[in-house]
């Protein structure tokens, strides 16, 4: 079993700063890489940002370029979402994802968390 926890969420107001956490635990072989989704009341689920294990390199959404951060401690098989100059268009349930393995045989399986509510007020 694989358990992803999320934490760090809450209500801002808009232009402040939130830091998410996602702690990955569990049966876990290997990760190959860590991110965030975020889904919008009535809006489909988008992603955020992605960080790879093997190397750090991220990749991050247009629409939060500059503003939000992604990192990583590998000791704590931990993800950190650093989230800027937040605006009322950044509100939504924040879910952490990994891709990893449970088993050197096993294929790569994406994993999700149970998401963290953000909410910037305007």
């Known amino acids: 079993q694989v358990q992803l926890v999320e934490s760090g969420g809450g209500l801002v107001q808009t232009g402040e700063s939130l830091r998410l956490s996602c702690i990955a635990s569990?049966?876990?072989?290997?990760?190959?890489?860590m991110g965030w989704y975020r889904q919008a009341p009535g809006k489909q689920r988008e992603f955020v940002a992605v960080i790879k294990t093997n190397d750090d390199s991220t990749n991050v959404a247009d629409s939060v370029k500059g503003r939000f951060t992604i990192s990583r401690d590998n000791a704590k098989n931990t993800v950190y979402l650093q989230m800027n100059s937040l605006q009322p268009e950044d509100t939504a349930v924040y879910y952490c994802a990994i891709a990893g393995r449970v088993s050197p045989t096993e294929l790569i399986h994406q994993y999700w968390g149970q998401g963290t509510q953000v909410t910037v007020s305007s």
């Open positions: 569990g049966s876990i072989f290997s990760i190959n890489a």
